[in-house]
């Protein structure tokens, strides 16, 4: 692993663990056990550090949905559902800190126009990269159907993190996708 993607991946945990207060290059410094100065050298400032984190959580994000859903269209709409439940399930788990690193960028960017620029193509470049699987299970409007359906799975993940109900995420999905594909 470089530097570069150390610093980065303790920044993710530092600003899910903590929030945009919590992220300083000293206490990502701290937190990944590298000598003082280190994320300034591969950072210079802050504004370089928040928008390596955009990047970085999209890439892994991107990565891991890969990994979740494949690169095959799913074999139908059960198939999709379980991928989708399994990356709720992943997002208030394991990438606990990711999720809640990337809803801290999406608060701030209400202060930051050029952070919300790059969220939005994030954003955009997840919704053509998803839709196609629903093209293939027959929707007539597999751009419109993704963005729906990533509103309802952000909705889903941000309920879960924060209030951890242990709801029945599952039902929502298949629901959700029966209404749109028909």
């Known amino acids: 692993m470089s530097r570069r993607e150390q610093v ?3 920044a993710v945990e530092v600003l899910g663990g903590g929030g945009m207060r919590r992220l ?3 206490a990502i410094d701290a937190a990944a056990g590298v000598p003082a100065g280190t994320t300034s050298n591969v950072f210079r400032t802050r504004d370089a550090l928040v928008s390596g984190l955009v990047a970085h959580i999209e890439a892994l994000d991107r990565a891991e949905w890969a990994g979740l859903a494949g690169t095959d269209p799913p074999a ?4 999709l559902a379980e991928a989708l439940v399994g990356f709720v399930r992943h997002a208030v788990g394991p990438a606990r800190a990711r999720t809640a690193a990337r809803y801290a960028l999406f608060l701030e ?3 930051r126009p050029e952070l919300r620029a790059a969220l939005l193509r994030s954003r955009a470049q997840l919704v053509e990269w998803a839709a196609w699987q629903l ?3 027959g929707s007539p409007a597999p751009h419109e159907h993704c963005r729906m359906l990533l509103d309802h ?3 889903v993940i ?3 993190l924060v ?4 709801g029945d995420v599952e039902t929502g999905i298949r629901a959700l996708l029966r209404g749109l594909l028909g």
Do not use: K, M, V, Y
């Open 163 to 166: 209030l951890q109900a242990g």
């Open 8 to 10: 980065l991946d303790t």
């Open 135 to 137: 093209r293939e299970l």
């Open 158 to 160: 941000l309920h879960e």
């Open 76 to 79: 139908d709409a059960d198939a």
């Open 109 to 111: 960017s209400l202060a």
């Open 24 to 26: 300083t290059h000293g």
């Open 153 to 155: 799975l952000d909705g």
